[in-house]
Structure formats: C-alpha cells, structure tokens
C-alpha cells in the first residue's frame, strides 16, 4: 500500500468539502462520483442525469496554481489526496483530465452557492473526472440514523423543512408544529449561514435539540445537521432543497411563501414554483406557507392570510433585529423568543457578563430560604418572569 503522505495533493476549502460529503452520501444525487467532459455536457444539457433530476454538473476543477499543475499532471488511475486546512481529508483517483469550457464550467455545484463571495466559488481551468473517498463518516452517520428512525417508527408520511434558526423564534415554533400536524415524521434540516452577523452553529443545533426535548414530541422529529455546507444557507436555489429532502426519504417539502428563489407564479388561479420541472420525476408534494407574524389585535400569531387586521398591526420576525437584541444583551421580547431559549442564548453569548451573578440573582430574585447558586441562564430566566409581571404595570 502506498502511503496517502507521498501521493500528490489538491487543496480545497470547507465549502467544497461541504459538497463533497454531499456528493459522496447521496444526498444530492445517486451519482457518486466526478463527471467527466461528455456526462457534464449532458447534465448541464437536460437538468437530469441518469433519468434522475440534476440541475447542477459534478465537475471538480479545484482553482489555483498549485492544484492546476497537480490536476494537470495527474495519469489514469493515479491516486491524489484532497486536504482541507493542511491535514488529509480524503482522496481522488484519476481518471481523466479534461479542459472546461463554457459549456462545462456553467451549471456547476461547487458554483452553486449564491450566497457565498465571488471570490470564494472560482473554477480551475482543468478538471479532473474518478471516484472519490472522503474519511470523515459524521454526515454518512447521520444518514444511517435518519434510516434507523423511519425504520423503527414505519414513518411514512415525511416532511422536510430546511432551517437556519439564526435565531430560532417563535415563527419558527409554529412553523415546525404546523408541520408535525400533519406527517408522521418531520427532518429539520440544519443549515449553515453565510452571514458574518451570525449565531453559532452549534448554539443554534443546541437551542433546536433543547426545543425539541422539551417541547415537541421527539420521536416526531429529526434533526439532522448540514454543518460543513452553505448551499442551503440563502434559499436562492430550492431545487437542491427538493432533491436532497427526496433523497433522504421525504414525500414533502415545507417552504415559505417568502423563500428567496422559490419563484412563485400563478396560472388559472393555480400556484405553479421552479421546482415543477421536477415535481413529476420525484413525486414529491410542495407545502407552500405563507408569512407569520405576531397581530397586536388577534394577540397572538397569525398568518398574514387569515389575519384581518392591517400590516401597522404585525410584528415582523426579522432574524437581524432580534439578534441585534440578543449581541447587546437584551432579552428579547417573549413573542419573538421564548425565554428560557432566550436565555440559554444570552448566557452563551455572552458568557461571565456579570461580576457577581450570585449576588446580583439573590438582591433580585425570591428564593426558598436556602441557598441557591445561579448561573447566567438561571438570571435571564428569572429576569423575564419580573419584565412578565403585570399587577403593576
């Protein structure tokens, strides 16, 4: 066996290795490999590839100097490492190297984040077609477990919702009930953001997992993270939500009548989105749902379908307002975020804020007599049951 140390190496980012474990676990396709020159051409021809829908081509032409002389050098049958950051993450054996041209280099997956920078989605001018490996398992693992759940609950009935929860609030809350209601099993897919203004990821898979715990029945959701990808981050493109919920079981796709890229017409008094050209080939239903906010008449959340009363009267969930609260330290209001999450953000965010949490909890707060101790989540929750108190107010 030859050490993986002496083979050539081609250098890659994060948001290419986020498509590579996509590519590898079947998630975006049946396909598992790098196209070569002919299947691009054909994919990016038809939009489908094998009889199965593919709006994007595989074509791997990693950019820069260094792994253009690689990719250039390589013979068929040649094995080539793929490192990430300096260590190795996976390998590529060769089998040809071809020349991209216009026809070839449009349409590309590692092109079709349109959330992402310019300079972060740049083609090489040669590419390389073969199979590939990638070593980290974590996202096949996830996989295997969505599997085992449908399996042990018959799920089937399944819905997909793809979410970044950057915060996750109350539309969100109702989104996901809304959804339980009718489907056995509900995937949430976890996505990452390209926003620089950003909760972090794992904050937010902690604040989801910690709702679905407490207040949802568990064994009707899944949670299943896209940590290492942001194709999903900016709803631009919602062929590769639809395709990626089919491939992982899903009859059904939840989506907002505001979602980005959905391009939503109407014909005969019919809705009709881009995702129709695929419709029939996946045999997939699409729940389209309108916006909610929050009506101070109906003093509650509403849909802005059924709610009579004016915009002047809705409260909007603007994911940067309310995180504009939660940076500053400020305890958003209960309609937008339920305390208790609310504060599991707040003591994270902005951990040991307070000298003397200990001291601050027992001049505020009422306590059984005894002593207490208190953290900084302990304090924002105790906080909002004051700002909640109405005999005063």
Request: neutral net charge; glycine residues 4%; hydrophobic residues 35%.
């Amino acid at each position: 066996m030859i050490s993986s140390r002496k083979n050539k190496t081609i250098a890659i980012s994060t948001e290419a290795f986020g498509t590579l474990e996509l590519i590898k676990n079947n998630i975006i396709s049946n396909f598992s490999s790098f196209m070569d020159y002919d299947q691009i051409k054909a994919t990016n021809k038809y939009g489908f590839f094998e009889s199965e829908p593919m709006p994007y081509s595989f074509g791997f032409a990693p950019f820069g100097d260094e792994n253009q002389a690689v990719v250039k050098s390589l013979k068929q049958g040649e094995r080539v490492n793929l490192s990430l950051k300096g260590e190795i993450i996976g390998h590529v054996v060769a089998d040809k190297i071809f020349k991209l041209d216009k026809q070839t280099s449009e349409k590309n997956i590692f092109l079709a984040n349109e959330s992402t920078s310019v300079h972060q989605m740049r083609l090489g001018e040669y590419a390389l077609s073969g199979e590939f490996e990638i070593y980290d398992q974590e996202l096949k693992k996830t996989k295997q477990r969505l599997q085992k759940v449908i399996k042990e609950t018959g799920a089937k009935r399944i819905t997909a919702l793809f979410l970044t929860a950057d915060p996750f609030n109350r539309a969100h809350e109702r989104l996901v009930r809304m959804t339980i209601d009718k489907t056995d099993l509900v995937i949430v897919f976890l996505v990452r953001t390209t926003q620089d203004n950003h909760i972090n990821y794992d904050l937010r898979k902690e604040v989801l997992e910690y709702f679905n715990q407490n207040y949802l029945p568990s064994n009707r959701i899944f949670i299943f993270p896209l940590r290492n990808t942001t194709l999903f981050s900016s709803h631009k493109n919602p062929t590769l939500e639809y395709i990626t919920a089919h491939h992982l079981g899903a009859d059904k796709l939840v989506i907002g009548q505001n979602h980005t890229g959905i391009g939503m017409f109407f014909d005969q008094n019919e809705a009709h989105t881009i995702l129709d050209k695929y419709k029939d080939a996946l045999k997939m239903d699409i729940i389209i749902l309108p916006e909610l906010v929050y009506c101070n008449k109906c003093k509650t959340l509403v849909s802005t379908k059924t709610c009579p009363h004016g915009a002047h009267h809705h409260i909007k969930y603007h994911p940067d307002t309310i995180k504009t609260l939660l940076f500053q330290g400020i305890l958003p209001p209960a309609i937008l975020i339920r305390p208790d999450i609310s504060a599991l953000i707040l003591s994270q965010i902005l951990p040991d804020r307070f000298k003397d949490i200990q001291k601050l909890c027992d001049d505020l707060f009422p306590n059984s007599g005894l002593l207490e101790k208190r953290s900084d989540r302990d304090f924002y929750e105790e906080l909002m049951k004051l700002y909640q108190t109405s005999s005063m107010t």
